[in-house]
């Protein structure tokens, strides 16, 4: 088993509708969770970051924790053309750094 | 606050000469630095870690030898690399990330090309 894994894609959404994208983990001890977005040809931007199991919501992005089932989501609602990107999950500790292999987003207008 | 550079953000070179990039921490001292290469459509893959002061740390299958890392500073890291083929152009990212917390940020890349 991946220590992380993501569906590929790519993911094709109506731009206004909302984007799911699901990321599972291995280690069970992964305490916390981030969210990248990388455009193509750019380098990670870190969108979201969670550590308690539940929601967590920062504008139109919602992350998602269920540390019992070993699963982080992410949400974008209303989304748009510019979402469209990579988006890399990394659940991890301290001294993991290990990035799953991103959901290509693409919003359609 | 958090901004990583690097320098440079494109380079062309010869096969059998060295090339070396930087990554700088602007706003923020960072203990530890991360050094990841990406192939076109592909995933990050994690090169090495390199702590201020000290050895870096590096990936199974990575050459150290190869990809020598300086972490002279909190505030600077280089990648070298020796001896570049063709198969060595990629993406380079640099990351770095402040003692204590868990967020990590990223440079905006060296595109490395090699003929």
């Known amino acids: 088993q991946k220590e992380v894994e993501q569906n590929s894609g790519p993911l094709s959404v109506p731009e206004g509708a909302i984007a799911s994208l699901n990321c599972t983990y291995s280690?069970?001890?992964?305490?916390?969770f981030f969210w990248y977005r990388q455009y193509s040809g750019k380098s990670p931007e870190l969108i979201m970051s969670?550590?308690?199991?539940g929601d967590k919501e920062d504008g139109r992005f919602t992350a998602q924790l269920n540390k019992a089932s070993q699963y982080v989501s992410l949400l974008i609602r209303d989304s748009q053309p510019s979402d469209s990107a990579t988006y890399l999950c990394?659940?991890?500790?301290?001294?993991?750094?290990?990035f799953g292999a991103g959901t290509r987003l693409a919003v359609h207008p | 606050g958090a901004v990583v550079s690097q320098h440079p953000s494109w380079v062309i070179c010869k096969s059998g000469t060295s090339v070396k990039i930087e990554c700088r921490s602007l706003d923020f001292q960072a203990t530890t630095m991360f050094w990841y290469r990406q192939f076109p459509k592909q995933s990050l893959m994690l090169m090495a870690t390199s702590n201020e002061g000290s050895k870096a740390t590096y990936e199974q299958g990575v050459e150290k030898d190869k990809f020598l890392i300086n972490h002279a500073s909190l505030t600077l890291s280089t990648l070298t690399v020796t001896s570049a083929h063709p198969e060595d152009s990629s993406f380079y990212i640099c990351?770095?990330?402040?003692?204590?917390?868990?967020?990590?940020?990223f440079g905006p890349g060296t595109r490395l090309t090699v003929t």
């Open positions: 969670i550590y308690s199991n």
């Open positions: 990351s770095a990330r402040r003692e204590g917390l868990y967020e990590q940020y």
């Open positions: 990394r659940p991890g500790g301290y001294n993991k750094l290990i």
């Open positions: 280690d069970r001890g992964s305490q916390s």
